[in-house]
């Protein structure tokens, strides 16, 4: 993480003025106006802002006519402590004219003798309803909880970092109950030599929490990097901790980010990271409690993330968590659009990134967390070569290096990842879970259990496919497991998923599978781990599932492989070596019936075709009571089961017979005219409910 | 233009106590008093036999018609299910009448159910009529010949005597249920089913 400004202003800068005490005051700025000591009134209006701020107080208005102002300012009361709002004139959320134009050059533009930012913003100030542009050292700096809202900002660049903004809470927050938002503005052609074109986060906290909402901005065409790999081509987030105590919390809702590029170094040493979005935890020493969310799970929160890239790994998103001992991190990428971005390396959509320290000689452990949710990944690109990791959709790694089990978790789950693509791995996802039991070989060793849960993901449509035809893997997900030592576990479980339609050139269409187990310092051997179940594969270009030519399924490489739906993968559904029977552990071979949006029709056989010992979560009643296999497998969009109450295939009126002779009788006591068939609801007693269940469903039928 | 027709369905709100019953499946252009054909009914068995369904003519207002589903000499009648077949295109649905309906004797009106379903299968009505819980609304001795529900059609075109798309007829699967509990549901009575025609001129 890099600081770029300190955050004092000097007593000079901020001493001209001592305004009244009292009620707070407007003060007006015309260009048409005379600086002087009493100006700023509607009759006499002062003429420059930086005048008009000096005679402020704190909860003083700054309000700005329309027209340009080429000034660079310092945005704080005059005296006192406290902040200033400055704002044009008549300013309201919805004004859309931008007329009033503060404009960096010749005064701090990147030409000019002093290059530096448009506007500071200092602790508890605002800036609003502005264009502000040409600044020579990013064009707006906040520093500390600032807000920064409503603005357009254009054309600045730096020779460091946050081309558009910079944002540094940290030792400039000084009231625990304030937050930093940066919302509502517009944001478009800023460059920054190394991170974060349009905005760069330095999140940290140290005695005053940090918060920082970055909301409903619209970030387009902005580029970082080259004078090294860039962090986030549109906005670079780094939380960090001072200590145990303290805590950084980042949201980044509701914003349009399109079109920004993350470049490498110039150099060719360094790559990119995040086209569109670049976050990191622990930015220094993250001891204490830090979480990031872009999106979330409310309607309207989700990021729209697009055409984005990355000349390294991330085209649209990267998220990268590195927890400390003592530490509480976390990551969540939840209800985002990414589409159409390009990770050159890698990660066409999202490239995900964990780590789990060597906590042998720690006191504490740590708790850390990346969740990849609910997000809709289509159209990305990720176009890279044979050793790369590719993940047209999403590339995840999840390292473990002897770290207790437990620790750190790794979800990527409820994903709709269609039509993505790759020349490498894993046109919709490539996944990588390491753990080392002895990293340093020192033959200390510790039970280590990395894994990646992927769960009710929609993998559909992907395409790995190089020149070559000979080397790309996994068109729907590539999926790479390896343990190191002999109390090192990687695994990778999958559950829930539709893979369909995914084309590959050669070999495994639908999912991929490489695992490896190597020795420690000691000479004993990880154990690598893959498990599948509750999953329809069905209908992909090549192999439904596979193991990379050199993998054989042992005692260390285990490949699990219970109740799932496998059929019309033109390469065979399963590969050999698995040893997978139809018609055993719950596997079977039958259509799926998938409609064009990948639902399973009523009727089809994957409904209530779980593994009976997992849960049906949040399937809506009538659910049979058994999960049903795919992607909408245990939420709330699961189809739900035919309520056939007499098993003939339809419900008509001997079901509702059925129920009615049962009707009222409950299991405990034991009623002898109780009918657990009857009993829809798995509620205990034959009621209204259950009749109900039967009049939703009245004169359906499955053959 | 001719107005939607809406899946007619009729549902007991159980749980509300309260029953939607004849709900018109269509509204508008087509009225029963409007000019055009007069529909009859003709049953195929005027006098029905003991232990048997019978439909029988209920009353007739221009294409309008009303078709009587009746139960003769039951014992420990509970409830009924079964399929009407028609032909979509000579008849229209419009739904059932189950105000004279001896389930609904001596019985709260959560007592009983009644659907009809004629949506989902093309030309056939979907048709339930019952009480629920034995216990609480016990099975009926049906001494006479009395109204299980009346089913309402409305010809769209003229149809001869004896004419294919007039004809009604009882479809599989059907049963009338006694109120006991087995294994595939409810206990069956062995009944004869007779349907009839509609003729429309």
């Known amino acids: ?109 990147a030409a000019s003798a002093a290059p530096g930012p448009v506007a500071v913003v200092f602790d508890q100030s605002t800036i609003q309803g502005f264009t502000i542009k040409n600044g020579g050292d990013s064009v707006v700096v906040g520093l500390g909880a600032v807000t920064i809202a409503t603005n357009k900002i254009s054309a600045g660049s730096t020779t460091s970092i946050g081309g558009g903004i910079y944002l540094a809470t940290g030792a400039n927050l000084t ?81 349009t980010i399109t079109g920004n590029t993350a470049k490498n170094a110039t150099s060719g040493t360094q790559f990119a990271y995040g086209g569109g979005i670049f976050v990191a935890t622990g930015g220094a020493s993250g001891l204490g409690a830090e979480s990031v969310t872009i999106g979330g799970s409310t309607a309207g929160t989700g990021n729209i993330i697009r055409g984005n890239g990355s000349e390294g790994l991330g085209g649209g998103v990267s998220v990268n968590l590195q927890p400390v001992p003592g530490a509480t991190h976390a990551i969540v990428v939840q209800g985002n659009a990414i589409t159409s971005n390009t990770g050159s390396k890698a990660g066409g959509g999202i490239h995900a990134f964990s780590t789990g320290t060597d906590l042998v000689a720690a006191a504490t452990g740590f708790a850390g967390s990346v969740d990849i949710e609910s997000n809709t990944l289509t159209g990305n690109h990720a176009p890279g070569g044979p050793t790369d990791f590719g993940g047209g959709g999403i590339f995840a790694e999840s390292y473990l290096f002897r770290t207790p089990s437990g620790v750190l978790s790794f979800e990527i789950a409820k994903n709709s990842i269609t039509a993505n693509d790759t020349t490498s791995f894993g046109g919709g996802a ?12 020192d033959g200390v060793t510790s039970a280590t ?69 190597s020795s420690n310092s000691l000479s004993t051997d990880g154990h690598a781990h893959v498990s599948l179940t509750n999953s329809i594969v069905s209908a992909n270009e090549g192999v439904g599932v596979g193991l990379g030519g050199s993998v054989f399924p042992g005692p260390l490489l285990s490949f699990d492989i219970s109740y799932d739906d496998s059929l019309g993968n033109t390469g065979g559904d399963w590969d050999p ?104 609801d798995l509620d205990g007693d034959v009621d209204g409910d259950d009749l109900s269940y039967v009049a939703a469903f009245f004169g359906q039928a499955c053959p | 233009m001719t107005p939607s027709c809406f899946p007619i369905r ?7 106590a309260a029953i939607s019953l004849a709900v018109p499946a269509c509204s508008g252009s087509s009225s029963p008093t409007s000019s055009g054909p007069v529909a009859h009914f ?78 989902s299968v093309g030309g056939e009505v979907i048709v339930v009529a ?45 049963q009338v249920c006694d109120g006991t509990v087995v294994p595939s549901g409810c206990g069956s009575i062995a009944v004869t089913w007779s349907a009839g025609s509609v003729t429309a001129h």
Not at chain 1, 430 to 441: G, H
Not at chain 1, 476 to 500: C, F, I, K, M, P
Not at chain 2, 59 to 82: D, E
Not at chain 2, 147 to 172: E, M
């Open chain 2, 10 to 16: 009729v549902v007991a709100a159980i749980a509300a």
């Open chain 1, 175 to 255: 009231d625990p109950a304030a937050k930093a938002r940066i919302a509502g503005n517009t944001i478009d052609s800023c460059t920054a030599d190394f991170d974060g074109g349009a905005l760069y986060v330095d999140a940290s906290a140290s005695g005053v929490p940090s918060v920082v909402e970055i909301d409903g901005n619209t970030i387009t065409t902005n580029t970082a990097g080259g004078a090294a790999g860039a962090f986030g081509g549109g906005i670079a987030v780094f939380t960090d901790t001072a200590s145990s105590t303290d805590v950084s919390t980042v949201t980044i809702t509701a914003n």
């Open chain 1, 1 to 109: 993480m890099t600081s770029k400004f300190v955050a004092v202003a000097t007593a000079a800068a901020l001493a001209l003025y001592s305004g009244p005490a009292g009620a707070a005051a407007t003060i007006l700025v015309a260009t048409t106006g005379v600086d002087s000591a009493t100006c700023g009134t509607a009759p006499a209006p002062c003429k420059t802002i930086q005048f008009a701020l000096d005679k402020a107080a704190p909860g003083d208005a700054v309000d700005v006519r329309a027209g340009t102002y080429a000034e660079c300012i310092l945005v704080a009361p005059g005296t006192g402590v406290g902040g200033v709002l400055l704002e044009n004139e008549g300013f309201d959320t919805a004004q859309t004219t931008f007329a009033t134009v503060l404009d960096g050059t010749g005064v701090c533009d």
């Open chain 2, 130 to 174: 019952t009480r629920l819980n034995p216990t609480v609304a016990p099975p009926v001795d049906v001494t006479a010949t009395s109204d299980l529900l009346t089913l309402q059609f409305q010809a769209r075109k003229a149809i001869a005597a004896g004419a294919a798309g007039g004809l009604l007829s009882f479809d599989d699967p059907k």
């Open chain 2, 42 to 119: 003709t049953p195929d068995t005027p006098t029905p036999a003991d232990g048997s369904i019978t439909m029988l003519a209920g009353s007739s207002v221009g294409t309008a018609i009303s078709i009587r589903v009746t139960v003769t000499k039951v014992n420990t009648f509970f409830g009924a299910a079964f399929r009407v077949h028609y032909d979509p295109t000579s008849l229209l649905f419009r739904g059932i009448d189950t105000s004279s309906s001896f389930l609904t004797q001596g019985v709260t009106p959560g007592d009983v159910d009644f659907q009809a379903d004629a949506a």
């Open chain 1, 577 to 680: 070596k698995l040893g997978v029977a139809t018609g055993t552990n719950g596997v079977i071979a039958v259509d799926p019936a998938l409609d064009s949006f990948f639902t399973p029709s009523r009727c089809s056989p994957t409904i209530d075709a779980g593994d009976p010992a997992t849960p049906v979560g949040q399937e809506l009643l009538p659910n049979g009571n058994r999960i049903n296999l795919g992607h909408l497998g245990g939420t709330v969009s699961a189809v739900r089961t035919l309520p056939d109450v007499n098993g003939d295939g339809q419900v008509d009126g001997l079901d509702v017979l059925a129920i009615a002779v049962s009707f009222g009788a409950t299991s405990l006591p034991p009623d002898p005219r109780f009918s657990a068939a009857a009993d829809r």
């Open chain 1, 430 to 441: 490539s996944l990588l879970v390491f753990a080392s039991d002895d990293p340093n070989s």
């Open chain 1, 449 to 517: 259990d990395a894994t990646i849960g992927f769960t009710n993901n929609l993998l559909a449509k992907n395409v790995a496919h190089d020149a070559t035809g000979l080397q790309a893997r996994g068109g729907g997900a590539y999926q790479y497991v390896e343990a190191s030592g002999g109390q090192a576990t990687a695994s990778l479980d999958n559950g829930l998923l539709t893979v369909a339609q995914n084309t590959t050139d050669v070999g495994e269409a639908g999912l991929a599978w490489d695992a490896v187990s």
